[in-house]
């Protein structure tokens, strides 16, 4: 554990500019729906649809707006996450960050932005239903738990080891058992990461002006990529060469 924290820590003091840069997309994902005519809010330095409001009070206008700016959106995570992963990869394998970039973004963005797409869908179709029995408050929180962690070392899977999605699902679990300690590692450095930042702007939200978008500002480009290298690093430990 302690070498994956010091890889990370490391990796992202080697590549700041550049893990800043690939992580403005991070940003405009978040903003977007932000400043779109759309029923979001902001917690946990995110923004994040309010979805009781997707059922009254929405016209087809704000249905297509919602929609659209949803998938730019999604989009914009995709490829950040991509190149985030393809920095650590030329950098473990010693490969032209350059080549990678160029060879590997416009595949492995497309691959991971249709495998969340499908994800998202199928979670939409479980809400939906679970609403309509009045079983959406323990249905969403179980179905999106069975979603994500299929999904939660996928991306990189498919960006380090050129699976496809339904392998990379596969091996995200496989890799959440046989790595669990390091997988709980993370989840409660991200848990701690995040709250202590939305906590520390509600406090002062009435001190500090604009306070949710400094939250999305530092998440975006310094916890989220962060704790995406942390996931990348944890991945490659399954190769002992690259421990």
């Known amino acids: 554990m302690v070498d994956v924290l010091q890889y990370t820590a490391n990796a992202y003091i080697d590549n700041v500019k550049l893990v800043s840069f690939f992580s403005l997309p991070f940003l ?3 903003l977007i729906p932000l400043l779109a005519p759309t029923p979001t809010y902001v917690t946990l330095g995110g923004t994040f649809l309010r979805t009781g409001s997707m059922y009254v009070d929405l016209s087809g206008v704000d249905i297509a707006i919602i929609v659209a700016s949803f998938l730019i959106s999604l989009f914009l995570v995709s490829f950040a996450i991509v190149a ?3 920095l650590i990869k030329s950098q473990r394998t ?13 595949k492995y963005t497309i691959t991971v932005f249709w495998m969340y797409l499908t994800a998202w869908i199928i979670m939409l179709i479980a809400n939906l239903v679970s609403y309509e029995f009045s079983m959406n408050e323990w249905v969403t929180p179980i179905a999106g738990l069975l979603i994500s962690l ?3 070392y996928a ?3 498919i960006v380090i080891d050129e ?3 339904i392998v990379a699902m596969r091996t995200s679990l496989s890799v959440i058992k046989s790595r669990i300690g390091m997988f709980l590692l993370w989840v409660v450095i991200g848990i701690a990461a995040l709250s202590i930042i939305d906590l520390a702007f509600i406090y002062l939200h ?3 002006p604009f306070a949710r978008y400094f939250v999305l500002i530092l998440n975006s480009l310094f916890i989220l990529p962060f704790l995406i290298m942390m996931q990348v ?10 421990k």
Do not use: C, H, S, W
């Open 28 to 30: 405009l994902a978040f």
């Open 84 to 86: 985030i992963n393809l």
């Open 94 to 106: 010693f490969t032209n960050i350059r080549t990678e970039v160029i060879e590997g973004i416009e």
């Open 150 to 152: 299929p999904l939660f």
């Open 155 to 157: 991306p990189t899977a």
């Open 163 to 165: 699976q496809r999605p």
């Open 206 to 208: 009435n001190i500090v």
């Open 233 to 242: 690093q944890v991945y490659l430990t399954k190769y002992t060469i690259l």
